[in-house]
């Protein structure tokens, strides 16, 4: 079996589709435009280009964008302060800190500060607690991608086998919290392998749906899966350079071996990537909605 491709390229561009008409409708209808402010502290160019992409789609889709940008020697006051700032700004109904920060910056106290209804990327307690009972307001980006995917191309979720590798706050754990709750797009058997775990392939041999964040390149093999499993690849490995200096992306599956025993497979690039930006623009036209009563 050689796998079809799920493109998350092409998945993420019919939902900003959808997103751009909502928008427009927002606007005319209610004279609401959703508002994104994203706050970049410090010259890291990885952070630099999530950033700047982040920015280009919103205003793509027509999301009032505001982009703050701090120098690396910001203190937590300057940063609480800027927080502050914009949860009390009615323009704004999402607010994205990109992370990592600087090393001198206390995260956790920055992610705590953002008023949960502005939290579009689902980090704050609260929402991490309303998605653990079943009632969240938002879905962080890269989980709620991933099932977009899924869902989008038909892969049968309800009663399957869903093995996750990786337990990350941003990844593992809420992928696997999503796909567990009783409802249409879930309700899945989860089972989630960690560093841990003792017997891996005894696990992802087991899968129905293969989801794979461990932040290695070929954590998975084409020995470890059945044949017909569909494979959601989360990694994104910085493996070298091409001649042109442009990094050279690989995920955590070996593509080429797992691919002929696959039934559907996401590609890195243009896999779970493109997805985790659109959902960003989801969660904020979302928390605009929630703020204005439309939701
Ligand atoms: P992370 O915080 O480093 O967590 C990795 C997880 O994988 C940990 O739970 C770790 O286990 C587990 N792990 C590592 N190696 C393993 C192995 N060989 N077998 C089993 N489990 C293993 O990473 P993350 O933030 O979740 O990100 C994972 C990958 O996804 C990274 O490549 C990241 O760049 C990528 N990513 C992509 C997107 C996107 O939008 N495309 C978004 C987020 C992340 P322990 O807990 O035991 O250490």
Avoid: W
Wanted: hydrophobic letters at 40%; aromatic letters at 2%.
């Amino acid at each position: 079996m050689t796998a079809s491709i799920i493109s998350g390229t092409e998945i993420a561009r019919q939902i900003r589709e959808e997103l751009k008409q909502e928008i427009i409708e927002l606007k005319a209808k209610h004279n609401l435009v959703p508002g994104l402010a994203t706050v970049l502290v410090g010259e890291d160019p990885a952070s630099q280009s999530y950033v700047g992409a982040k920015e280009k789609t919103s205003i793509e889709l027509g999301i009032y964008s505001e982009r703050i940008d701090r120098p690396e020697k910001t203190t937590q006051e300057e940063l609480m302060a800027l927080v502050d700032r914009l949860n009390k700004d009615p323009k704004i109904h999402g607010i994205l800190v990109q992370l990592p920060l600087p090393k001198h910056l206390d995260e956790t106290e920055v992610l705590y500060a953002i008023n949960p209804k502005k939290d579009v990327d689902g980090f704050h307690p609260v929402n991490v607690g309303k998605l653990m009972i079943g009632e969240p307001d938002y879905l962080p980006c890269t989980p709620h991608g991933i099932q977009q995917l899924l869902i989008r191309s038909g892969v049968q979720i309800e009663g399957a086998e869903v093995v996750v590798v990786g337990r990350s706050n941003i990844v593992g754990k809420p992928i696997a919290n999503i796909l567990l709750q009783k409802r249409p797009g879930a309700n899945a058997t989860v089972t989630v392998c960690h560093t841990g775990t003792r017997d891996i392939s005894f696990h992802t041999k087991r899968a129905d749906i293969l989801i794979v964040a461990a932040g290695r390149p070929k954590a998975v093999t084409a020995d470890m899966v059945k044949e017909g499993v569909v494979v959601i690849d989360v990694g994104v490995n910085r493996v070298g350079k091409t001649a042109e200096g442009k990094a050279i992306l690989v995920g955590d599956v070996d593509f080429e071996g797992v691919k002929e025993k696959a039934s559907a497979i996401t590609p890195v690039p243009g896999g779970v990537g493109p997805m985790t930006i659109t959902m960003l623009m989801l969660n904020t036209v979302r928390a605009a909605k929630l703020a204005a009563g439309l939701a």
